[in-house]
């Protein structure tokens, strides 16, 4: 394994969050006193993730919020899933994921367009959301009363392993043949 892979390792496994390829950029740069491309990062994430493969370990790096991240490969989901729900004491409430839902896919939003949509207060659910950093405020809408606009944060993307809001389910992922009513003519 060459010095280049060693040291992207290291900064990714130290990286608290998902760290860019402009910042392993720069702290290689600055570190090994040379100057580092951006087809060299990726080329050695690329190598680094080959031999991870290969060698039948449980993690490899991921492109994730926007940077890289040591993340259990998918087959282990399942194992972490319930480590994970074992260790979990504080879950979003059902009202808290329903109101994140619409953030998500209508972002930016105000507080009564979500409570429009849910059909009830939005208020609590809001603050949890803002106190669990999964929703930021984005600004002010450029209407009568200037009322606070909400998005998701990063820490969203983070959490729901997301790389790009664009990356959210849509509505096709969701509909099965078994909902189809009646027959398909051939």
Same mark, same amino acid.
Do not use: W
């Given at each position: 394994?060459?010095?280049?892979? #060693? ?41 680094? #993730? ?8 449980? !993690?490899?790096? $991921? ?6 991240? !040591? +993340? %259990?490969?998918?087959? !282990? ?5 319930? $480590?994970? *729900? ?5 879950? +979003?409430? %059902?009202?808290? +994921? ?29 603050? *949890? ?8 405020? *984005?600004? *002010?809408?450029? %209407? ?5 606009? $909400? ?16 990356? +959210?389910?849509?509505?096709?992922? !969701? ?12």
């Amino acid at each position: 394994m060459n010095i280049l892979q #060693n040291h992207i390792q290291a900064l990714v496994f130290c990286a608290q969050s998902p760290i860019s390829i402009e910042e392993i950029q720069r702290a290689l740069g600055e570190s090994l006193e040379m100057e580092v491309l951006v087809s060299d990062v990726l080329e050695s994430i690329e190598e680094i #993730n080959e031999q991870l493969a290969g060698a039948g370990f449980a !993690f490899q790096i $991921y492109a994730i919020g926007g940077g890289y991240q !040591f +993340l %259990t490969k998918p087959e !282990f989901q399942d194992t972490v899933g319930v $480590y994970l *729900k074992q260790r979990s004491k504080k879950k +979003l409430s %059902t009202s808290a +994921l329903e109101t994140l839902a619409i953030i998500a896919y209508k972002q930016p939003i105000t507080r009564s367009a979500v409570e429009q949509i849910r059909g009830v207060g939005c208020d609590y659910a809001i603050h *949890k959301l803002l106190e669990k950093e999964l929703v930021e405020i *984005k600004g *002010k809408a450029d %209407t009568i009363g200037r009322p606070v606009l $909400y998005g998701t944060s990063q820490k969203f993307m983070d959490y729901f392993g997301i790389n790009h809001i664009k990356d +959210l389910p849509q509505l096709k992922d !969701f509909i099965s043949e078994e909902n189809v009513i009646g027959e398909i003519a051939d």
